[in-house]
């Protein structure tokens, strides 16, 4: 895990409700695993794939490239999506202004978020960070 998303898991962790476990994962033997397993007091359980990116300047250009999700971490979310398997991409935007932003994807539009720009994203955006763990309640 780079920095930027080590600082991203740090933020999450320290917001984390009572009633709600998450547990960072360092896998180097499952290709394409998510990075953080979550689980709720009703044993809604779930997988976060951690990323960040810096926003563009021009709001239709994707935040994402399709180096930033590797095809073993596309397969993982497909395949967990076939199994109903919930999955999420949680991703920290960081825009020009030093202004950070956090939004939650599911898993099954995992293929198609190397192309989300700014409207696409904002679709998945969460005001704070307990609005954001609230998904897993």
């Given at each position: 895990?780079?920095?930027?998303?080590?600082?991203?898991?740090?933020?999450?962790?320290?917001?984390?409700?009572?009633?709600?476990?998450?547990?960072?994962?360092?896998?180097?033997?499952?290709?394409?695993?998510?990075?953080?397993?979550?689980?709720?007091?009703?044993?809604?359980?779930?997988?976060?794939?951690?990323?960040?990116?810096?926003?563009?300047?021009?709001?239709?250009?994707?935040?994402?490239?399709?180096?930033?999700?590797?095809?073993?971490?596309?397969n993982w979310h497909i395949k967990a999506t076939t199994y109903s398997?919930?999955?999420?991409?949680?991703?920290?935007?960081?825009?020009?202004?030093?202004?950070?932003?956090?939004?939650?994807?599911?898993?099954?539009?995992?293929?198609?978020?190397?192309?989300?720009?700014?409207?696409?994203?904002?679709?998945?955006?969460?005001?704070?960070?307990?609005?954001?763990?609230?998904?897993?309640?």
């Open positions: 895990m780079n920095t930027e998303e080590q600082n991203f898991w740090s933020s999450l962790r320290r917001s984390l409700p009572y009633d709600i476990w998450a547990q960072r994962i360092e896998n180097g033997l499952i290709p394409g695993m998510p990075d953080v397993f979550v689980s709720g007091k009703q044993n809604k359980q779930s997988w976060l794939e951690l990323k960040v990116a810096h926003v563009p300047v021009k709001r239709t250009t994707p935040w994402m490239n399709r180096k930033d999700v590797r095809l073993a971490q596309l398997i919930p999955t999420f991409v949680a991703l920290r935007g960081i825009h020009r202004d030093g202004k950070q932003t956090i939004h939650l994807v599911p898993g099954h539009q995992v293929p198609q978020i190397h192309c989300f720009d700014e409207a696409d994203w904002n679709e998945y955006r969460f005001d704070s960070y307990s609005s954001f763990w609230e998904e897993f309640r």
